[in-house]
């Protein structure tokens, strides 16, 4: 089944439906997706984030040291996504807390210390909070003891345009460790 538009000498077919397979297709007639869209979607109103399966996770692996910030490839993740689903496993050569920031333009972790009771507003900005996920390693310092290193599950990491992620670690200045993620889905 097709929907053609035809003007003069020049039909063409705007929305093609393939029988046997279910898929639609617009501006294309082979669509290989139950929606495949060959051109621009505008959408006006509000957006769903939809997720994108690996068939296959990936993972990724890097170690960090002295809360020098770093850019990280994200092999197989493609260059449009801006978001990724990801466990990540942290461990490190400490025995104390330190935090690890991974996301869009880390530069830094953002201190909260002396600002105990204060206004978030105050210290944060929405770059911020839309832009990185913070995670802690509690140490032996804190009574917890994590053994060998910590998991934190299904983790949505906002991620720049390049299939790159920015990490920065904040706690000892002797601190060096691992990241490993599984990185499971992605969205635009």
Request: glycine share 6%.
């Amino acid at each position: 089944m097709s929907i053609q538009m035809a003007e003069i000498d020049c039909p063409f077919q705007v929305i093609w439906a393939d029988r046997y397979t279910g898929n639609v297709g617009i501006g294309t007639t082979s669509p290989a997706a139950k929606l495949d869209i060959n051109g621009t979607v505008a959408v006006n109103g509000n957006k769903t984030i939809m997720w994108q399966d690996f068939a296959t996770p990936l993972t990724v692996e890097f170690s960090f040291s002295n809360s020098t910030p770093q850019n990280v490839a994200l092999t197989g993740v493609p260059a449009n996504a801006r978001y990724i689903l990801a466990n990540v496993f942290l461990t490190t050569n400490i025995s104390d807390h330190f935090n690890m920031l991974l996301g869009r333009s880390v530069t830094s972790t953002t201190s909260w210390v002396g600002t105990r009771g204060a206004r978030p507003s105050t210290s944060f900005n929405d770059n911020q909070a839309q832009h990185k996920v913070l995670l802690t390693y509690f140490g032996e310092t804190d009574n917890f003891s994590s053994y060998f290193g910590t998991w934190y599950s299904s983790q949505i990491i906002p991620i720049n345009a390049n299939s790159t992620l920015d990490a920065a670690s904040a706690g000892n200045s002797n601190s060096s460790g691992w990241v490993y993620m599984v990185i499971r889905a992605y969205s635009y």
